[in-house]
């Protein structure tokens, strides 16, 4: 069974950056349309970044411009890159299969911005 581990969540400042990771259990990520989704308090996740092997990414009006998602096949991990990092992106950050998924999730990892 299809398992993500995700980290490098943290608290940081407006303006900082954070990069996070998702390993995957099995050789995935080179396969599949992979995505990075965010659930904040009170809302529904949402999916804020997704790449698709061979044609590229696609980001959320919200995040385009400061994240970036990435792969590394070798080791079966995302990454999503965040830089200007505002209050309004915290949330936890999951990842998984894009745009729709029937994967469980992984344990998601929080970010949270403050000052």
């Known amino acids: 069974q299809v398992q993500f581990v995700e980290s490098g969540g943290g608290l940081v400042q407006p303006g900082e950056s954070l990069r996070l990771s998702c390993v995957a259990s099995g050789k995935i990520v080179s396969f599949f349309v992979m995505g990075w989704y965010r659930q904040a308090p009170g809302e529904q996740r949402e999916l804020v970044a997704s790449?698709?092997?061979?044609?590229?990414?696609s980001y959320g009006d919200s995040v385009n411009g400061r994240f970036t998602i990435s792969r590394d096949n070798a080791k079966n991990t995302v990454y999503l890159q965040m830089n200007n990092l505002k209050p309004e992106d915290t949330a936890v950050y999951y990842c998984?299969?894009?745009?729709?998924?029937?994967?469980?999730w992984g344990q998601g990892t929080q970010v949270t911005v403050s000052s």
């Open positions: 790449l698709t092997p061979g044609l590229g990414t």
């Open positions: 998984n299969k894009a745009p729709a998924t029937t994967w469980p």
